[in-house]
């Protein structure tokens, strides 16, 4: 999930990575001038409900694990969730992290 080679390196430190994908699972990238455009709003806004989701989803994965009565398609369909979370949490942590200036890191 890191930006694609084929950007300049002038715009790498620009563009931010977006927590959703294409229609086809490709990465989306914005460039905006400012932090406060309606898109990167809404991508903020996004990204705060997918940890929001994140932790619903550990600890019903928590709860799944913990009975030892769960059956596979629980088990199934927890882990499931949780890969879907853990996906979405690391785009949000690449693209967090991609913000991070440089004289920060």
């Given at each position: 999930m890191s930006i694609p080679s084929n950007i300049p390196n002038s715009a790498r430190g620009e563009l931010r990575l977006l927590p959703w994908t294409t229609p086809d699972g490709k990465?989306?990238?914005?460039?905006?001038?400012?932090?406060?455009?309606?898109?990167?709003?809404?991508?903020?806004?996004?990204?705060?409900a997918q940890l929001d989701s994140g932790e619903q989803v550990l600890a019903g994965?928590?709860?799944?694990?913990?009975?030892?009565k769960?059956?596979?398609?629980?088990?199934r369909f927890a882990l499931t969730r949780a890969s879907e979370s853990l996906g979405d949490i690391l785009r949000i942590a690449v693209s967090r992290g991609a913000r991070i200036p440089e004289w920060e890191r």
């Open positions: 990465p989306c990238y914005l460039s905006a001038d400012s932090h406060d455009s309606r898109l990167s709003l809404l991508a903020d806004d996004i990204e705060a994965a928590k709860a799944v694990l913990a009975d030892p769960a059956g596979e398609r629980a088990v």
